[in-house]
């Protein structure tokens, strides 16, 4: 969607010259239309990327939770693995003590199948934290690009003669009637003031 800002210079995308030919302002605002078709497609795939870190940050805490949570059963296994083991030798050589020794070797399986598991899901976590990262990163990098769009629509919209919703049409002062215009009051003149001169005539003695 078009910046609103921008939409009276759009106005005069179909504007021509004298000799048929689009008008400066008309160059410009082709220019601009470019531009905001840029700026919307590129929101467009921000708002992609930024769904796309959703699914991912969800997938991140999932895994890390699920880690956690084998981690500390891991533990468990290896602490029953470890008792059975004990039992085992101190149960001598009888009935009793193979039934605890193969109850420590099922453990032991238990454990090294649990690791597996747990390296597969360890990695699948870093990698979903490099490309979590990546994404990121893809985020500042497209919100400057739609940055630097606007900043360059703004400064063709000045040429236009607009900022923001200043008109664009504002009368040139050849087009204002006479008595509108004004000249430039000069500073008034200090006003200098001459000593009189005062004339004394002498009589002739008679």
């Excluded at 039992?87 to 070797?105: D, E, Y």
Aim: charged content about 30%; hydrophobic content about 40%.
């Amino acid at each position: 969607m078009i910046d609103p800002r921008f939409q009276e210079v759009l106005e005069f995308i179909d504007e021509r010259d004298g000799d048929g030919a689009p008008s400066v302002r008309a160059k410009i605002a082709i220019k601009i239309q470019a531009y905001a078709q840029d700026v919307d497609d590129q929101r467009k795939e921000l708002a992609t990327i930024e769904e796309e870190i959703g699914v991912l940050q969800a997938t991140v805490d999932a895994l890390t939770a699920s880690l956690e949570e084998q981690s500390n059963r891991k533990a468990d296994l290896v602490t029953e693995a470890q008792d059975a083991a004990v039992r085992a030798a101190m149960s001598g050589s009888g009935a009793g003590s193979a039934g605890l020794r193969k109850k420590a070797q099922a453990t032991r399986d238990r454990i090294a199948e649990f690791s597996k598991d747990y390296e597969s899901e360890a990695n699948r976590l870093a990698q979903s934290k490099i490309t979590l990262a990546s994404k990121a990163l893809a985020v500042i990098d497209q919100r400057g690009i739609i940055v630097r769009r606007l900043n360059t629509m703004s400064s063709l919209a000045e040429r236009a003669g607009v900022e923001f919703g200043v008109e664009l049409t504002a009368p040139s002062i050849q087009s204002q009637p006479l008595r509108q215009r004004r000249r430039p009051q000069s500073a008034p003149r200090g006003i200098v003031r001459r000593s009189r001169r005062v004339m004394v005539r002498r009589r002739k003695a008679s």
